[in-house]
DNA sequence: AACATTATCAACCGCAGCCTC
DNA sequence: GGAGGCTGCGGTTGATAATGT
């Protein structure tokens, strides 16, 4: 598992690619007895043909006697992803709090292993929010296996038929989630309210949505509430049957965060909870923890909706998956959606 | 068995920031 | 103050291993 071409040699004749375990023990055996003093002076003082930044990235990566070998221990792992939720790709920052791991060792593990990971469980690895990507519904059989889905099946004895119907909910439910997110980022954008709805040419597409006057918006977000409060009931295969009526008593607030409204025992198969898409509400939470570690040119951010928008695009092009939205917005509003 | 694809991770590159003069 | 050198950091690369077809 080498990086670059073994043996290159650079424009300086001096030597690049793997260590030779000659190379190391020289390196070693000088830094014992000397220590590494200055790195661009090291490598002509020990006789190595290498340039001291080499050097210095072998012995902090790989030689040091301090750094630990081995698989990530779970409590490694939890570590890594709260403090890169905090710190963000602080990897150096992130290292000090693990002896004996290095920032390059974390950076590996990051992008190989927990980044996927937390991508099949419907998170973002850069935001750690629930996804409101589109992207997420291609993988909902990932993220239902890895909403521990079975394991709650055994544990509450759930019978095959009534596990089946449960997870046709928990899809649909995650389907509810995603939906919110994108009203929430509609109705928050200062862009969507000067405009008067979406810019995104995928607006403009199948569905003539433009022009939508804001008391639209809120009404569709009171809608959602209602759908939403008929979804977390504790019945979970009886929520496809619960009527949508009012329960806010007209009360056209959305919530600022339905994680709040959402009790967790009751949440299926431990979806993550629903968090604020609003670029607003994430700048909030952001200068909570370290609001420079946060890239505005982050293209990635699932919450920026731009990004939003073009994933909207993608879905109502989708064919498969019109009728399915078609069905969500006719029962939430069917007097005040048009869709042509 | 042969080939293709994906995963892993050591090592490199470029840049920012600190330090010294 | 700013020029130059050095160090450390984060992103990326690419050879090799593992896995799939």
New binding site residues.
Partial sequence: ??????GND?ENGL?????TPEEDRVLIDYIQRHGHG???ALPKLAGLNRC???C???WT??LRPDIKRGRFSEEEEHTIINLHAALG?????IASHLPGRT???I???W???LKKKLLQMGIDPVTHRPRTDLNILANLPQLLAAANFSNLITMNNIPLDSALMLQSDAAHLAKIQLLHNIIQVLCTSPTMEAMNFPAGPSFRGNYQLQGFAPHKLNQLQSNFVNLEASQHQPELSEYHHQPLKDTNNNNHQFPSSSAANIPTSTQPAQLPALLPASTECRTGTVNQTENKNINPNDISNPSSTSTTFEAWGDLVDDEASESYWREIIEQTSPQTWSIS
């Fill in positions: 598992m080498m990086g670059r071409l073994p650079d030597k690049k690619g793997p260590w200055s790195w661009r001291g930044k080499s210095r990235l072998r990566n790989y790709n602080k990897w150096s920052a920032d390059n060792e950076k590996n593990f992008n190989t292993h």
